[in-house]
């Protein structure tokens, strides 16, 4: 009884110890404060608003932790005293102790902490955020002078000594440059609007390289405002010779006034094309969107946010920033605004198809009513038609089935039929081909006249079905009018060769033979039953080619075509039969009344078809005649 009491009590006295302990963890986490650092560059891309937004909310909102938000507006003094002192000053103030984190948004905030930061400030987990692919120290950045190699400061070695993580977009001024001479081809000059600023450096210095680089012919037009007022550069942009691009980085607005700079003067902006009279690009999202700019290549703010969430994580979960390699945004784009380029009339076949274009260009329906609407008519023709035909053609095999054991009267009656039908579907067909023929391909986009081959191309396939229909009606009436001539097979088979490669990208093999052979036949009906056969072969092979080979003993002519196909001994008698049901080759646009057609004409000129087995597993269209002598006349 003694040891329970003295077990209970010793289980209260460790559960007050937890309890308060959970109690001052709780507190310490709340005393908590994370610092945040924004700069004052928050035009192009929309820096400063965005990211502060996503930052704050993933910490004030969701953790319910104090954040202090101060924008440094220093950039635009360019006075590294001013600087000293606002960054000494929020050292003093936020100090280091228990600040978890700083986030420096844009470059200036970056060159000015990089530079003045000191003691417990340096190992202050660190995001930095920026354009360009190496920095300045903060007395070049003050000088004023142009970039130069000795002044660049990789992004490396400028997180040297602090505890920081690097994200920056590399900053597209070449992928832009390349964007704008797509769209103006016939560029001879190019200007560059920019400001003295630390941005400056980069676009001017890398401007100049790409053109030294990829167009020496291209002439550098420099209009940074250190050398003028922004009267003086309205008037140079109302003055650029002929077939000049521009393209706009910032601008700063200055009077002697005034006691400080305004960056940017979005009014220039906003109007640089009235002053050119034709389109010009931008480096970042600002103008595109509305229409004032006409494109660029840049990666967008949300790109942005999303990478530096996936830094701050890895830093809450206890990676050291400067553990973390640079992370650089590889994934800008092209954008464009489709209604500017239409307003300074770049062609439309220079538009990338690859770009995220803002405003929505007119549709094809809207540009192309009555082709379409002519074209979904024909279109709903020819549904109806086929859908006609597939009923037809189910209720003609059943009843011609039924038919096959009847009279020879029946039997000429359903012929007659079949041949009668196929005149009488025929007829509109050719209106349709008259209606497409009146139709001026010359005025149609790519896409109306690519529509339009469809069209005609499946026109075609139904009028030689319905010839092939006719022509089975006419064999089973005797019908046949034959313009018999002695033949060359061999020229014949060659012909087909060369008109099939042509029309239908068909290749198959001609084996030679000894000498030529010669029938007597219609030139005409022996060209399309070799046609068949060899299209036939083609549309059911396995693998390889289709090989036709022609023999004769001086009384029969042979002609094999053969080719691996996956042929039944079934198809031996159902292949030459027109109301058997067997489907189409699904690969082709071959029909069922084919081969049966070419037994009705060979048989017409006195000669056979059939389907053979072969001793080395081919499958081939055997198609025999009497063989005649060359000189026999009509």
Known sequence: MSMLKRTIAFVFFLSIITISSVQAQSQEAQSKKEVLVLSSYFQGYAWAENLASAVVSRYAVNRRLTVEVEF????????????????????????????EIVILIGEEAWIMYRTFMKGA????????????EYTFSAKDYDSGKECVESMKIPLEESRRGFNAALITDPYSIHETIELALQLKPNTKNLALVTNSWQIGYLSRYK????????????????????????????????????????????????????TRALYPDNAMRQIVGQLTGDAAFGLY?????????????????????????????????????????????????????????????????????????????????????VYVIIGLIIMAFFLIVLFTIAVVERKLKKKTKELLVLTKENEAGKTRFIANMGKLI???????????????????????????????????????????????????????????????????????????????NLEFTLIPAGREHYVYADPKRLSQVLTYAILNADCRK????????????????????????????????????????????????????????????????????????????KWAFLIEMSESSPLKSK
């Not at 635009?76 to 929020?90: F, G, T, Y």
């Open 72 to 99: 440094l507006d220093l950039v635009a003094q360019r006075d590294s005293v001013l600087m000293r002192e606002k960054a000494e000053s929020i050292m003093n103030t936020n100090d280091a102790t228990g600040k």
């Open 121 to 132: 400030w340096k190992e202050v987990p660190c995001v930095a955020v920026f354009s360009g």
């Open 207 to 258: 401007t100049r390289k790409v053109l030294e680089q990829y167009h020496p012919d291209i002439n550098f037009i420099d209009l940074n405002n250190r050398q003028m007022t922004t009267a003086e550069l309205q008037n140079r942009l109302m003055t650029l010779p002929k077939n000049t691009t521009v393209i706009f980085d910032s601008w700063i607005s200055q009077n002697q006034n005034a």
């Open 285 to 369: 999202d600002l103008g595109i969107r509305d229409g004032a700019l006409a494109g660029g290549v840049y990666p967008t703010s949300d790109e942005f946010i999303e990478k530096l969430q996936e830094v701050l994580s890895k830093i809450e979960n206890g990676t050291q920033p400067k553990d973390i390699p640079l992370i650089q945004l590889d994934n800008a784009k092209r954008y464009l605004n489709y209604n500017t380029l239409k307003a300074y009339g770049i062609p439309e076949e220079l538009y990338p198809a690859d770009a995220v274009y803002y405003g929505k260009p007119v549709s094809f329906l809207e540009r192309n009513k």
């Open 426 to 504: 025929r007829n509109p067909l050719h209106v349709i081909q008259m209606s497409i023929d009146m139709i001026d391909t010359n005025h149609l986009s790519e896409d109306e006249r690519r529509m339009m081959k469809i069209i005609a191309n499946n026109k075609t396939q139904l009028i030689n079905l319905f010839d092939d229909i006719i022509d089975l009606g006419k064999a089973g009436l005797n019908d046949f009018q034959l313009y018999s001539d002695n033949v060359n097979v061999e020229t014949t088979l060659s012909d087909i060769h060369e008109t099939q490669e042509q029309c239908n």
């Open 542 to 617: 396995t693998e390889g080619q289709v090989e036709v080979k022609c023999e004769g003993d001086g009384k029969q002519v042979k002609i094999w075509v053969m080719a691996h196909a996956n042929f039944q001994d079934k198809d031996k008698t159902e292949l030459f039969d027109a109301f058997n049901d067997r489907q189409p080759c699904a690969q082709s646009d071959r029909s069922n009344l084919e081969l049966p057609l070419c037994h009705k004409i060979m048989e017409a000129m006195g000669g056979t078809i059939t389907l053979q087995k072969l001793t080395d597993g």
